[in-house]
């Protein structure tokens, strides 16, 4: 079973952000292991470079060597719903058994994370809040995986 990872800046304060969350969660425990993991925001107040830079050692402490990284950002590959179904399959079928999906804080993610993915996605050209962004990308890879197995909730 594939292990799924969302390694995201801020915690979910709100509890309809986390009941959502958990819902997309628990749907994907059908098709995949998904952990979540928080990483805390830093106050830009004391630098934005600085803060991003210390989310972002946070951050790849939080993935493990062999995870195939997907670092959500504006600039990165904008897919649709079947695109990302094609992705997910062909990593399954080239044997990858672990994928994080790296979401940045406020000020973006850092270099070194950057550097670290495999490939870079786009929910939105829009910039979109880190809560928001988790919930829409969980409820994408769940349809990701009824479309890979032709399942009804797609059509």
């Not at 594939?2 to 059908?30: N, P, S």
Request: glycine share 8%; proline share 3%; hydrophobic share 45%.
């Amino acid at each position: 079973m594939l292990k799924l990872r969302i390694a995201a800046v801020g915690r979910l304060k709100e509890r309809y952000w986390r009941e959502a969350c958990h819902e997309y969660v628990k749907r994907l425990g059908r098709y995949a292991t998904v952990e979540l993991v928080e990483i805390a925001d830093r106050d830009l107040s004391h630098g934005i470079e600085r803060a991003v830079r210390s989310e972002g050692a946070d951050l790849l402490r939080a993935i493990p060597d062999s995870s195939h990284v997907v670092a959500l950002e504006v600039g990165g590959r904008r897919m649709s719903s079947e695109d990302l179904a094609k992705s997910l399959e062909g990593l399954m079928v080239d044997g990858v058994a672990d994928v994080t999906f790296v979401v940045g804080g406020s000020a973006g993610l850092a270099p070194d994370v950057l550097a670290r993915a495999d490939q870079s996605l786009s929910l939105s050209p829009m910039t979109l809040p880190h809560q928001l962004c988790r919930v829409v990308l969980l409820e994408q890879v769940y349809r990701a995986f009824r479309i890979m197995r032709n399942e009804p909730y797609h059509l």
